[in-house]
């Protein structure tokens, strides 16, 4: 007897190929056949009418302190997410020595958006210093499985201490780190992540930014010696050039070391439209050379989000809010309380009173926000308030303190034509989502979803099978998780079954559910029924279960 | 003026224009177009807090009065 069947449903099975009516059998935690399943079973789930396929497997996640209070990676998990990679952009959570905690969690804080509560020992269970300690301690109450990846910069800072944000590494050093990285990959991760980019919470470069090529060249041959696994890296993406560089770089240590590398992020933007499609065409020429070089792409647009608590670009076209916002908070409010200022500030903005610059924006959240308002256009909320929109910014502003976040939706990577294309491209990796990052920030769970609904219904750039392949089956070749990605029999029974015409990520939302009561920002998925960890049931029909089925993978 | 009636080429790099650009973090960044002595225009991005110091050290109060300024405010601005 099988512990589960899945009938009826469209088997989509990671591989590209076009779904088939089938049934899944399921047994002790692996897919145990495929086709007209005969058999019974003590649980039998009917997916008539909608697709059953790999789970989904997200590359690009920081979800290393979240798992230690959240074995679920909530909402992830919801949106069909059956796999994670923490321990992205140089940062893990181990291997950390006790005393220097503090150093790797305002480096977290700086990129997670974390209060400090959440690293408490209240919240974490703070007991391991080595990699196998760490894993050891999240795999118990895991519902999805993990595949960590080791940061640079934890490697860096366990050999060196404080030095690892000073200097060099000293040959010793070097050494020392390559036994250090050796044994972390024994012990559960599945890759090094480092960073050109990142800083801790004084503003000051993370240690893996202090490496010299050669230590990154002698990383990544244990790399090469431990089974040719990943290395991950941030690029100073905000610079086509220079990324364009760190392709040249990780092409030439992929080839040296036979190893995958893949950077982050790559996304489009209006302002420099060039820049993209040159990164893509050169990741093709080191392709063609024979390098494993994988750019990760996000699928969802990016949306500004600002306050008049900080001064933000987004209102420097506007004199009179520039010189406003340039003052001190105090004098700041003060101003703001001024009718004379606010009638020029409003005046700044146009013959429509902002309307055309503010009355789509939404308001999101901040700690002060009218819940009344949040959620919903700013245009409406001034109609309704008897103000033009730019004078509705103002009052809503100051009469929360500041406090009040307003988002403009779509303000980049949000060009479908354009997009579509890049994203089916077969040498880009979609990823980059930031699951567990940017928490104050913006939302950054769902991307699954609006692949379906922008690129698969709405674009036609993927086939229902392409998309799956995509995010499952791909994502499983290019970082080596042999088990995972496809529905074959014997492989582990990560599935999810969704609905192929409303399958999308749903508003985001701000809520209160990070240790400390810290503000994040997610999205529900909708269109996921089933979601299935290695054969149990983790979530269905809009609620999670107790499952706890998930593993450390690799 | 040069020999010809046209204007002298710049000696050094000049700020031609400026774009916003939603930056990853999800705040709006500064898109600086940068024409180099040679005549390359290249870009160099910029966040908030360096975008409002750029606009002070160049005694203005919008993006748009940054065309023509000197590259050299902009590391006056970091």
Redesign the interface.
């Known amino acids: 007897m099988y512990d589960i069947v899945i009938r009826n449903g469209l088997v989509v099975d990671g591989d590209g190929e076009a779904g088939v009516l089938a049934d899944v059998a399921i047994e002790n935690g692996r897919i145990a056949a495929i086709g007209a399943v005969t058999g019974e079973a003590r649980r039998t789930i009917d997916a008539t009418g909608r697709v059953v396929a790999p789970g989904f497997i997200d590359p690009h996640t920081h979800f290393d302190a979240q798992l230690l209070w959240d074995g679920q990676a909530r909402p992830a998990l919801e949106h069909g997410v059956t796999s994670v990679i923490p321990g992205n952009c140089s940062l893990s959570l181990a291997p950390l020595r006790a005393a220097d905690r503090a150093t790797v969690v305002g480096m977290f804080q700086q990129i997670e958006e974390m209060p400090p509560e959440a690293f408490t020992e209240k919240y974490a269970k703070w007991t391991w210093e080595d990699f196998a300690g760490y894993c050891a301690t999240i795999e118990p109450d895991l519902a999805i499985n993990v595949a960590p990846l080791v940061g640079h910069s934890l490697i860096r800072l366990w050999v060196m201490g404080p030095d690892s944000q000073q200097r060099a590494a000293t040959p010793a050093e070097i050494t020392a780190m390559q036994a250090l990285l050796r044994q972390c990959m024994r012990d559960g991760a599945i890759g090094l992540s480092t960073s050109f980019v990142d800083v801790d919470a004084n503003g000051r470069p993370v240690p893996s930014r202090f490496a010299q090529f050669d230590e990154l060249d002698a990383l990544c041959q244990v790399l090469g010696e431990e089974g040719g696994r990943m290395l991950q890296v941030v690029p100073e993406?905000?610079?086509?050039?220079i990324t364009i560089a760190r392709i040249d770089q990780l092409a030439e240590l992929s080839l040296k070391h036979g190893i995958p590398t893949t950077f982050s992020?790559v996304?489009d933007?209006?302002?420099?439209p060039k820049a993209a499609p040159r990164i893509l065409d050169r990741v093709a020429e080191q392709v063609a050379r024979g390098a494993r070089v994988w750019p990760q792409m996000q699928t969802r647009p990016?949306?500004?989000?600002?306050s008049l608590l900080?001064?933000?670009?987004?209102l420097?076209?506007?004199?009179?809010w520039?010189?406003v916002?340039?003052q001190p908070l105090e004098k700041r409010l003060a101003a703001l309380e001024d009718a004379e200022t606010r009638r020029m500030m409003i005046a700044d903005c146009g013959a429509d009173g902002g309307e055309a610059m503010f009355g789509g924006l939404v308001v999101r959240g901040g700690d002060r926000a009218p819940q009344a308002y949040v959620g919903r256009r700013l245009g409406d909320i001034a109609r309704e308030r008897g103000e033009g929109a730019a004078e509705a910014v103002l009052n809503i502003s100051r009469e929360n303190g500041l406090d009040v976040a307003f988002l403009a939706a779509n303000?980049?990577?949000h060009d479908t034509a354009r997009i579509g294309p890049m994203l089916a491209n077969p040498l880009v990796h979609i990823g980059a989502s930031d699951g567990g990052a940017?928490l104050a920030?913006?939302s950054t769970y769902g991307d699954t979803g609006y692949l379906f609904s922008e690129f698969v219904r709405k674009s036609g750039d993927f086939t229902l099978e392409q998309a799956v392949k995509k995010i499952t089956a791909d994502t499983a070749d290019i970082w080596g998780l042999k088990d995972r990605g496809r529905l074959k029999p014997g492989l582990a029974a990560d599935i999810v079954v969704f609905d192929a015409d409303t399958i999308d990520r749903l508003e985001e939302r701000a809520v209160h559910d990070v240790p400390g009561e810290g503000l994040r920002y997610i999205r529900s998925a909708t269109g996921v029924d089933v979601v299935l960890v290695n054969g149990a049931v983790a979530w269905a029909h809009g609620a999670y279960t107790d499952a706890r089925s998930g593993a450390i993978c690799g | 003026m040069s020999g010809d009636g046209g204007p002298c080429p710049p000696t050094e790099a000049v700020i031609v224009g400026a774009?916003?650009?939603?930056?990853?973090?999800?705040?709006?960044?500064?898109?600086l177009r940068i024409r180099y002595a040679n005549g390359v225009v290249?870009?160099v991005?910029l966040d908030?807090?360096a975008?409002?110091a750029l606009?002070?050290n160049c005694d203005i109060?919008?993006?748009?009065g940054l065309a023509g300024q000197s590259w050299r405010k902009i590391l006056e601005g970091v």
């Open positions: 993406f905000y610079d086509a050039d992020p996304f933007s209006n302002a420099t990016i949306d500004i989000s600002f900080n001064p933000s670009l987004f420097a076209r506007l004199p009179r520039v010189r916002l340039r303000g980049g990577h940017h920030s913006f | 774009d916003l650009a939603a930056g990853h973090d999800g705040a709006a960044e500064l898109v290249g870009n991005l908030a807090d975008g409002y606009m002070r109060d919008s993006l748009d």
